[in-house]
């Protein structure tokens, strides 16, 4: 039973480039979250994602956009990158009924 | 709203010791809490859960964790420290229903060593 998967692994851009980051859900799972976690801190929410739709959304500029599809993989959008969008970016996935969610292991982007 | 507080970014304890890592919570309504372990250049991974049963939570690793409503605590405790538990750890509260259902608000992290 494969769990959560992201890719890239580590991804470098430019300040003013885009990018797109990818996860694909524990099987059987229907939900999609989307955390920054900046070096030295705790993990921040983004978004989450339900029936191909943003059902919630942290404190993050409109930069940050995502997309689920029918599969319930899902995708981070960031616009515009900013030096401060360095981060490890986590997805997590669960059941819409359960409140247990499981991590991937994490994008690291860096931005110069 | 939902906020965690861990108190203490670094524990440092001799392998053996015990345990303890600390964890405050507020919350406007009945929490869920969650204790995660993160190891270098990794994701997280659960450790325990309390969800209104039991308020002594037994997790993986010889791990438990107290709710005390009244402290507004859930803190992290293991009897006996292994080199491998050498990693860091999130203390994060989710509400029990509501709007903000499926959001985890994290803790600053404890980063946990132990020595030899």
């Known amino acids: 039973d494969a769990g959560v998967t992201q890719s890239p692994t580590h991804l470098i851009k430019t300040r003013g480039q885009q990018v797109t980051l990818r996860c694909s859900p524990k099987s059987g799972h229907d939900t999609v979250s989307w955390y920054q976690q900046a070096l030295g801190q705790g993990p921040q929410f983004i978004f989450q994602?339900?029936?191909?739709?943003?059902?919630q959304r942290g404190n993050f500029p409109d930069r940050f956009s995502g997309h689920q599809f029918p599969n319930y993989s899902s995708e981070l959008n960031v616009n515009a990158l900013l030096l401060g969008d360095s981060a490890l970016y986590l997805c997590?996935?669960?059941?819409?009924?359960?409140?247990?969610?499981?991590f991937g292991p994490g994008t690291r982007l860096t931005v110069t | 709203a939902q906020s965690v507080t861990q108190l203490g970014s670094h524990v440092s304890v001799s392998e053996g010791a015990l345990v303890l890592l600390r964890c405050n919570y507020s919350s406007s309504v009945p929490p869920y809490l969650f204790w995660y372990v993160q190891y270098p250049n990794q994701g997280l991974q659960l450790l325990l859960k309390?969800?209104?049963?039991?308020?002594l939570v037994k997790g993986i690793n010889g791990f438990e964790a107290e709710f005390k409503k009244s402290e507004t605590s859930f803190h992290l405790t293991k009897p006996s420290a292994h080199m491998s538990d050498a990693a860091e750890y999130f203390c994060a509260v989710n509400n029990a229903g509501g709007t903000s259902y499926g959001k985890l608000t994290f803790g600053q992290g404890t980063i946990l060593t132990v020595h030899p």
């Open positions: 994602y339900y029936e191909e739709e943003e059902r």
């Open positions: 997590a996935s669960r059941l819409a009924v359960s409140y247990e969610q499981y």
């Open positions: 309390y969800t209104s049963a039991a308020t």
